[in-house]
């Protein structure tokens, strides 16, 4: 029984058709399916019913997926044990945030692939929140704060952010001095999320309004540097804008708290591990740059926001 054809059928089965198994496996639907036709041949039974919205598992198809997913992992398990000098193998399906990834983290995965001639790595790029298990990720690294679910995170480096705005925004509807006065200035966020501030070691939560949203740091900066209002940003994405003025730092007084990457994998006993290898790799390149292009940032100092003060801060338009 060929072992490829075993990972293709589970591949199909996890994705809920052939199309979506063969674009996770980044093969031909052909491929797909004649890998299956041989492993029902070899079986004896018909292990998915297809139908012209995809393809759904019968009940022996049900039985024999976890005995093949099984199969699968302890196959990899066994090949990683033999490799020589400990060299992984297999796939590494990973999901990397657009922001800070292509830049940032890209060489890290780079580096792995370049390391373990033996693996395939597969990363997609996307600021979506993707469903690991659904849609057949391994792991996926993730910026900010982490939200409680049932997935297993491990924190590598942290990240530093700031609220910054326009010198325009400020100079048209003045700067707010405390988390209260956010309640009259646009917000430019991800969506409906909580902003965090610091007052010396307490914690305030507030939940700004805003009429434009991203889910992608680098346009919340456009945003920002167009005049539409006050934004959170990591300090990799502004520190050349704050560097030139054309953004300015606000209520400094009240910093948000360090966020983090996280390396976030299925739960399980173990990681695989391709995935603690990942993770050490990451750890290590963030022990030698203790956050995402921050050095450059903190190397040069950014302008002071121009003050204009209110009795209560002029409400965006």
């Not at 996926?140 to 326009?166: C, E, F, H, T």
Request: charged share 20%; net charge neutral.
């Amino acid at each position: 029984m060929n072992i490829e054809d075993l990972r293709i059928f589970v591949e199909v089965a996890d994705a809920g058709g052939v199309s979506s198994a063969a674009r996770r496996l980044g093969v031909s639907k052909s491929i797909v399916s004649r890998a299956l036709l041989r492993l029902e041949e070899e079986l004896g039974v018909q292990l998915l019913a297809r139908t012209t919205r995809g393809a759904a598992l019968t009940e022996a198809g049900s039985t024999f997926r976890d005995h093949a997913a099984k199969a699968c992992a302890e196959i990899d398990l066994a090949r990683e044990t033999l490799s020589p000098a400990g060299d992984l193998c297999g796939r590494l399906r990973i999901a990397v945030p657009l922001t800070f990834g292509p830049t940032h983290l890209a060489p890290v995965l780079a580096d792995m692939a370049r390391r373990h001639p033996q693996l395939h790595v597969h990363t997609s790029y996307t600021d979506r929140f993707v469903d690991l298990i659904a849609e057949g990720f391994d792991c996926a690294i993730r910026i900010g704060y982490l939200q409680d679910s049932n997935l297993v995170a491990r924190r590598v480096g942290p990240i530093y952010g700031k609220l910054v705005a326009s010198p325009d925004y400020i100079r048209a509807h003045g700067s707010p001095e405390s988390p209260e006065d956010l309640a009259a200035h646009q917000a430019l966020m991800q969506g409906t999320e909580a902003w965090q501030l610091m007052d010396g070691d307490k914690t305030i939560t507030v939940r700004p309004q805003g009429r434009f949203k991203a889910d992608n740091g680098t346009a919340l900066a456009a945003a920002a540097l167009a005049g539409l209002g006050i934004a959170w940003i990591p300090d990799g994405i502004t520190h050349e804008h704050l560097a030139s003025g054309a953004l300015v730092p606000v209520m400094t007084r009240y910093p948000p708290p360090p966020a983090a990457v996280y390396v976030i994998r299925p739960p399980g006993h173990l990681p695989a591990r391709k995935i603690r290898v990942l993770t050490e790799l990451l750890v290590a390149c963030f022990d030698k740059a203790p956050s995402l292009d921050i050095a450059k940032a903190q190397a040069e100092p950014a302008p002071a926001a121009p003050t204009r003060r209110h009795t209560r801060p002029k409400a965006a338009p």
